[in-house]
């Protein structure tokens, strides 16, 4: 699933609105009466998401079979993304348990950061805290050192 906001969107309607493949950016900004820099910021995030190619003067949309999530704010982006990071920090941890429902911090912590996920340092220790407020686990300290536990 792929989140964007309205102004995209809106720019992703307009963009699918014209007949030719390859859009020049200048009848795009006339079109939507919007200023260059913020079109071009726009573009930017659109082309990092994966769903036009831009190069600066033109723009082309890609074919894209993922699901379009819109929200309100750039703010709602990043929840979302989180939300979705924190799913599948979740599935990790859970894979990681054992009978128990026990995982090392450091188990869990190298896997975050360098597994499939490739986390930051920040991010990671937000999803922790964050899945720890959740009551989907729980600190823990045993014997042998630091653990969380599934709950």
Do not use: C, W
């Not at 309205?6 to 009466?33: F, R, T």
């Not at 079979?65 to 989180?82: G, H, M, P, R, Y």
């Amino acid at each position: 699933m792929i989140t964007i906001t309205k102004a995209e969107e809106e720019i992703l309607n307009q963009i699918k609105s014209y007949p030719e493949e390859k859009i020049d950016v200048s009848l795009l900004k006339d079109d939507l009466g919007m200023y260059e820099h913020d079109l071009n910021d726009l573009l930017k995030s659109l082309k990092s998401k994966g769903l036009v190619f831009y190069n600066g003067s033109t723009v082309q949309l890609k074919d894209v079979d993922a699901t379009i999530n819109t929200v309100d704010s750039k703010e709602d982006v990043i929840n979302a993304e989180l939300n979705q990071k924190e799913k599948a920090s979740f599935e990790i941890i859970k894979s990681l348990a054992d009978e128990k429902g026990f995982v090392s911090r450091y188990e869990i912590e190298g896997n975050l950061l360098y597994g499939d996920l490739k986390l930051s340092d920040f991010r990671m220790y937000h999803i922790l805290l964050s899945l720890e407020n959740k009551g989907l686990i729980k600190a823990v300290y045993r014997k042998n050192g630091d653990y969380y536990k599934i709950l």
